[in-house]
Each structure stands twice: as structure tokens, then as C-alpha cells.
């Protein structure tokens, strides 16, 4: 890969944050007919987006069997055919979104004539640094310029040749459709990711996406704000009251689907009252599709009776992201507890209970604090396509801004339009002081405009 030179850097932040301002302008027709030809650019060119990830996988696979790479980064850089049209698919959902620009969330009449709106707008330019994953790059790209924002992309260098023909595609399309060129960016070089840390005055949003370690480094060496998360460690608690049924097939979805995904089940726990009778049936499920088992003394004992493989597992493992086929396991007593080892180990971003006990689900809805919460679903849900938000930038476990998966809403911001007539704020002090009003108005600030 060829490291980007500073100043090519600069160039490109540069144009980006130039494009941002026209970039705010561009109707809503102009967003989804561009996003909807680049979704077709992507179906039409099949071969050249397999041909550059095949080149991709080829090192990677080097570099896996010189254990400089892991199993689950090689499975998440793979793309084939389902999965282009998955993508392609991915790109018009965000198009058919509505607009998340120009909303009013709030609007008061101040007196008269004098009116107060506030209205979404988009953040500018935003800068995105991912793993690799060749599908990250459009989701990343159709919903940044669907909500106005420019965007600068820095992939992961095992999936650099994927990243670069899908941005090409991608770039042509937006163009000749009217986004401003300039709009979307590829950075490259590892190099390039401190730099970009230290453009506060040029970049208002970065959202960094990969381990845990790399996402502390990004917030910890930036003064520009991170919207994301640092890890996923997604507990599923089987509850006392679970159907077994249901408990067996979401706990293997959870970890065995996609066990590489962030919001994959990494710890299970189950309640003492039903692990004898079905921790056996759950870990044979697991241990046939390749799921090695990690547990407690007293989940250790019960399946070593039924003489299945289990390994002890110990403290570090409950705090661990495992996105290989690892599963530790913990028996608890109840709900409570349940709740208790949740909120001290997860990373708070999907947790989930099976149970068939209205109150025990009540609660653990109520009391547990991560993202998203579940009862009888796979954590494998928690994602901005399947919740219908046509994509996601990441998931955000901050509570300030966005959290869950960020879609749309979570990339824009908001500011406070206020149109008068030649008011004074010294009409309103004093002993004759005018009143405000301070009353609804009719009309959002777009229809406001039109009638202008």
C-alpha cells in the first residue's frame, strides 16, 4: 500500500471540508438518485469487486498462517456474490430513507414575528476509520451522504484492494448524479490515522470501528468527538422459566451465525435451577458446529458428567471478546444476579434474556444498561440494517448524542434558527419589559421557508 504523503492528506481533508458546505445544499433527490445508481455501479460490477478481494484474501491468508492475522479478521474480509448483492441491496435501503436534514424538533413562537426553530443539520465532515470489512466502506458511504455529511474513509490495510475498487465505483456514481465531488475520500497508510486525530479544526466527527484496544487509542489521542464503541461483550442469560427450545436455538444462533460480529454472544449464564437438564442439550448443539466450551466449577461439573469437553474457565475470561468459537459459561442464582454480573462485565452494548416469566423479563429490560436489551431474540438482531435503519456507521454504547446502532439520526446534529423583525433583546428588561409568548407554532421550519 502506498502511504499517503502529508500533504496529499491535507489536500484531501481539505476538499472534503470544502464539498461540506455544498454537500448541505444538495436536495434530498439529488441524495437518493445518486445513492440508487451507486447501488446499481456495485451489482454490475460483480467480477472486479471479487477479483480485487480474492487479492485481498490471498495475503491475508499469508499473513494468517504466519499467526500475524486471525481467523475471524479473514472471515469478515471475504465477499462473494450474496454477499455484494447484500451490500448493493444495503445501499438502496438507505436511499429510501427519509431525509434526516431539515427536520424540526423544536419550535416556539417568541412574540411576534419572532420565531424560534430548531432544525437538524448535517455534522460536515466525518471522518470514519474501520476494520477490515469490504462491507463497512458503503454502509459508511450511503449513509454519511444521505445525511449531508462528507466523509473521509480509512479502511484496514488487509482489505486495501477491495476498499479502493469500491470506492472508485462508488465515487463515479455519487459524481455523475450531483454530490459534490470531493465529497467522499480515501485515505490510506497507517500513518495517516494520528494525522487525521490531530484536525480538530477541520474534522467535527470521527468514528473509529475495530477492537477494543484501537478504539481507546482513537479517544484517547483526539480532541475531536468519537462516536462508538470499544467492544462487544453480549451476555445471553437463560433464564429458570425459558422454553428450552427457544433457549437452544438462540444461544446458537447468538455465538455460532457470525461469531466474529461485535454483537455475537461472547458469555452465556444460565440459572441453576434449569442448567442440569439443559446446559447438556445447549452444549452439544455448540460443541457439533466447532464451539469450544469454557466454564464455572459448577457448569464445569455438569458437563463433564454428561461427558462433554470443558475447559475451567477464570476471571479474565468474563471480560474477554472472544470472536472465535468460544463460549464461556457461568451458572448464577436468578435474575438479580443475572443483572448484577451484566452491568459489572458487559461492554454494554447487546444483552439479551430467555425466559418465558413476564416480570423476570420486565426487569432484566428495566435494569440492565447496555445499548440494546433483548428477551427471547438473538444479540445477532442488535444491527442498523435488520433494525431498519438501512444501515449503521457502528454502535454506539456512549449515552450522550447517539446509542445502538447509528444510522441517520445519529449523524446529524441539530442548531437553533431564529427569525425575526427588528427585535431588541432591551424591549424585554426593564420596568415596561414586553412579555413573550413563548407558543407553539403551526409550522415546521421548512414550510416556513416555502412560504418565504
Avoid at 468460544?326 to 425466559?355: M, Q, R, W
Wanted: glycine fraction near 6%.
Amino acid at each position: 500500500m502506498v502511504e499517503n504523503k502529508a500533504e496529499d492528506l491535507s489536500l484531501k481533508v481539505a476538499a472534503a471540508k470544502k464539498a461540506s458546505a455544498l454537500l448541505a445544499q444538495v436536495s434530498d433527490q439529488t441524495k437518493t438518485a445518486a445513492l440508487k445508481s451507486a447501488a446499481r455501479e456495485i451489482m454490475e460490477n460483480v467480477t472486479p469487486l471479487i477479483s480485487s478481494n480474492k487479492a485481498d484474501i490471498v495475503v491475508a491468508e499469508k499473513k494468517l498462517a504466519k499467526g500475524e492475522l486471525s481467523k475471524s479478521l479473514l472471515a469478515r474480509l471475504k465477499l462473494d456474490n450474496e454477499k455484494i448483492a447484500e451490500i448493493s441491496r444495503m445501499v438502496e435501503s438507505v436511499a429510501a430513507l427519509p431525509d434526516p436534514v431539515g427536520k424540526t424538533t423544536y419550535s416556539c413562537k417568541l412574540d411576534e414575528c419572532l420565531d424560534l426553530y430548531k432544525v437538524t443539520v448535517p455534522f460536515g465532515v466525518i471522518a470514519a476509520i474501520f476494520e477490515a470489512r469490504p462491507d463497512a466502506l458503503p454502509q459508511i458511504v450511503a449513509l454519511c451522504i444521505k445525511s449531508g455529511n462528507c466523509v473521509l474513509l480509512k479502511g484496514g490495510s488487509e482489505a486495501a484492494e477491495s476498499n479502493r475498487v469500491m470506492f472508485s465505483l462508488m465515487e463515479s456514481a455519487l459524481v455523475r448524479e450531483g454530490i459534490p465531488k470531493g465529497a467522499i475520500q480515501l485515505i490510506e497508510g497507517r500513518e495517516a490515522v494520528s494525522a487525521l486525530l490531530k484536525m480538530e479544526d477541520q474534522i467535527d466527527l470521527v468514528i473509529p470501528r475495530g477492537s477494543n484496544e484501537f478504539v481507546k487509542y482513537i479517544q484517547a489521542n483526539t480532541r475531536i468527538p468519537v462516536l462508538g464503541h470499544s467492544s462487544g461483550i453480549c451476555h445471553i442469560f437463560v433464564d429458570k422459566d425459558a422454553d428450552p427450545d427457544k433457549a437452544i436455538r438462540i444461544c446458537h444462533d447468538a455465538r455460532v451465525q457470525y461469531p466474529a460480529a461485535c454483537n455475537a454472544m461472547k458469555i452465556l449464564l444460565m440459572d441453576r435451577q434449569i442448567a442440569p437438564s439443559l446446559l447438556p442439550r445447549i452444549a452439544e448443539k455448540m460443541i457439533l458446529s466447532g464451539v469450544k466450551l469454557k466454564g464455572c466449577q459448577e457448569a464445569v461439573r455438569i458437563l463433564s458428567d454428561a461427558g462433554m469437553p470443558i475447559r475451567a474457565a477464570d476471571n479474565k475470561d468474563w471480560v474477554t471478546e472472544y470472536l472465535e468459537l468460544v463460549l464461556p459459561i457461568k451458572i448464577i442464582s436468578g435474575v438479580e444476579e443475572a443483572i448484577v454480573h451484566i452491568n459489572k462485565f458487559s461492554s454494554h452494548h447487546t444483552d439479551a434474556i430467555i425466559t418465558e416469566n413476564a416480570d423476570n423479563a420486565k426487569r432484566f429490560l428495566s435494569m440492565v444498561d447496555s445499548s440494546t436489551v433483548m428477551v427471547n431474540a438473538s444479540t445477532r438482531f442488535s444491527d442498523g440494517y435488520r433494525y431498519g435503519l438501512g444501515a449503521e456507521v457502528g454502535i454506539s454504547t456512549n449515552k450522550i448524542h447517539a446509542r445502538g446502532p447509528v444510522g441517520l439520526e445519529g449523524l446529524v446534529t441539530t442548531k437553533y434558527l431564529l427569525i425575526g423583525s427588528g427585535h431588541i433583546v432591551g424591549d424585554y428588561v426593564g420596568q415596561n419589559a414586553r412579555r413573550f409568548v413563548h407558543a407553539p407554532l403551526e409550522s415546521d421550519f421548512l414550510v416556513r421557508m416555502k412560504k418565504w
